[in-house]
């Protein structure tokens, strides 16, 4: 690998998705699952998953936020904690929300 691209290693990976008819844009970084996009599972889920507007709704396993992100916006009224045992995915998490104007998401470290 060039060194101009190991430098690179360091940067935050950047995309949008749309969920739920919402966009997100996504920090993740090396390290975390699936940085780059979201997966088809998590896709897959997040399409099904069932959630009112006042609902609390925990995150377990959080990686970078996807779910806990959709659940954050399909719960307006509720709350939704995002719990994770990797301290950069509980950074990644937290940093999503706040970059995508959710307020009612808390990222903790387990």
Wanted: hydrophobic share 40%; charged share 20%.
């Amino acid at each position: 690998m060039p060194a101009r691209d190991i430098c690179r290693l360091g940067e935050d990976i950047v995309f949008q998705e749309t969920l739920r008819g919402r966009a997100f844009t996504f920090h993740s970084t090396w390290g975390l699952f699936n940085p780059k996009r979201i997966d088809p599972g998590t896709r897959l889920l997040i399409d099904h998953i069932k959630a009112g507007p006042a609902d609390c709704c925990l995150d377990l396993g959080c990686g970078y936020g996807p779910i806990g992100l959709a659940l954050s916006h399909l719960c307006p009224e509720g709350e939704v904690h995002l719990i994770d045992k990797d301290f950069v995915a509980v950074e990644y998490a937290a940093q999503n929300a706040a970059r995508n104007g959710l307020t009612n998401s808390r990222a903790y470290l387990s």
